[in-house]
Nanobody, 113 residues
Framework: QVQLVESGGGLVQAGGSLKLSCVVS????????MGWYRQAEGKQRERVAI???????NYADFVKGRFTISRDNAKNTVYLQMNSLKPEDTGVYFC???????WGKGTLVTVSS
């Protein structure tokens, strides 16, 4: 059974940093692109960042220069380093296996002004 477990969320002041982690069960991890999405209350889920198995990462315009996605294939883990956080970054952050439809339950990030 495939499981994705996010962690690292919390409450932080504007301008602060958080690092999210997502541990993925399954031997397919190193062969699949991974993504982070977020959903603010009352809004649709939106893509934040994608990391392929090789090649360039991809970021939404609203996080470029502030967030960094990375992966450790030896640990089946994908990370999202979030710097210079803004109140509008508040939401539940989910990781997903691109193309397979697997999602974690999410981790809540709250940025206070």
């Amino acid at each position: 059974q495939v499981q994705l477990v996010e962690s690292g969320g919390g409450l932080v002041q504007a301008g602060g940093s958080l690092k999210l982690s997502c541990v993925v069960s399954g031997s397919f991890f190193r062969d699949k692109a991974m993504g982070w999405y977020r959903q603010a209350e009352g809004k649709q889920r939106e893509r934040v960042a994608i990391i392929p198995t090789r090649g360039s990462t991809n970021y939404a315009d609203f996080v470029k220069g502030r967030f960094t996605i990375s992966r450790d294939n030896a640990k089946n883990t994908v990370y999202l380093q979030m710097n210079s956080l803004k109140p509008e970054d508040t939401g539940v952050y989910f990781c997903t296996v691109i193309g397979l439809g697997y999602w974690g339950k999410g981790t809540l990030v709250t940025v206070s002004s």
